[in-house]
């Protein structure tokens, strides 16, 4: 059985955006890969040098430790993967309500419908399965069911679809008729940009990146991933360790007191 596919975020385009699918090949089709690996091995000679058949060399030198791949992968072809398009939506010969401004972000739901984010329009656009359009969702406001500017992710959970909505500092939620569920706030504020489930089912986390106040009063970053817990707050999973800028103070700041998430 090929495995679910998964969305491939596509890169903004002035007319319209293709959504295009990821997923593994037909076993015929990675057969005929797989022979054509084995024939170009064969040209190359007997002898693939260090790391061949797919095990890496690793060697020193002054202290340096070099890593070198071999020539072929160190999967088979059966545990590779591979890209594959199923579905494209968009285009300028589109219906317009399947036309997008910009794609922030998309999500699919344990149905195989797929929800894309325009934050141009400001709605979520739900498409079925055979890319035909079910739904849109959102609109430009403040309210439960509208979205402010920017939203930022896109993610699925159980029977509802989430939309961080960063500048109102709240998680829109819409159920699977569309209908408009009561939004709740974003943990640890505007910061909690990026959102993610593995699957429907499970659990959600997020990243937060945020500006906070020091106890000498200088500006701080706080950069980790959390777990949403189900009353709505948040746990911390770990906090990413890396070299922050000397944002200064709010008297004599040193940088611009604007952060951005990381996608």
């Known amino acids: 059985m090929p495995r679910p596919a998964h969305p491939v975020r596509t890169p903004r385009s002035p007319t319209h955006t293709a959504i295009r699918f990821a997923a593994r ?3 015929r089709t990675a057969s005929r890969l797989a022979a054509a690996l084995l024939l170009l091995a064969a040209a190359a000679g007997c002898d693939a040098g260090p790391g061949a058949g797919g095990s890496p060399a690793v060697t020193d030198s002054a202290g340096v430790v070099l890593v070198r791949n071999g020539a072929l992968p160190a999967w088979s072809p059966e545990q590779g993967w ?11 010969e589109a219906p317009p309500e399947l036309r997008f401004g910009y794609i922030a972000d998309v999500a699919v739901d344990s149905a195989g419908t797929l929800f894309v984010l325009d934050p141009e329009a400001r709605t979520v656009v739900a498409v079925a399965p055979d890319g ?5 969702m959102g609109g430009p406001g403040e309210g439960a069911g509208a979205l402010g500017p920017l939203p930022s992710s896109l993610v699925t959970w159980r029977d509802e679809v989430w939309v961080a909505d960063w500048t109102q500092g709240r998680m ?3 159920g699977p008729d569309g209908a408009p569920r009561r939004p709740f706030l974003l943990p640890h504020g505007p ?4 959102w993610w489930s593995p699957a429907p089912e499970e659990e959600i986390r997020f990243r937060a ?5 020091e106890a000498d009063g200088s500006w701080g970053i706080r950069d980790a991933l959390f777990r949403l817990r189900p009353d709505f707050t948040a746990d911390t999973v770990f906090p990413f360790d890396y070299p922050r800028p000397d944002l200064g103070t709010p008297e004599a700041p040193r940088t611009p007191a604007v952060l951005n998430a990381p996608a």
Not at 209 to 213: I, L
Request: charged letters at 30%; a positive charge; aromatic letters at 6%.
């Open 82 to 92: 591979w890209v594959e398009e199923v579905l494209r939506v968009g285009g300028p």
């Open 172 to 174: 829109k939620r819409f």
């Open 25 to 27: 090949p037909t076993s």
């Open 209 to 213: 990146v945020r500006r906070v106040r």
């Open 132 to 136: 035909t359009h079910l739904r849109t």
């Open 191 to 194: 910061g909690a940009r990026s």
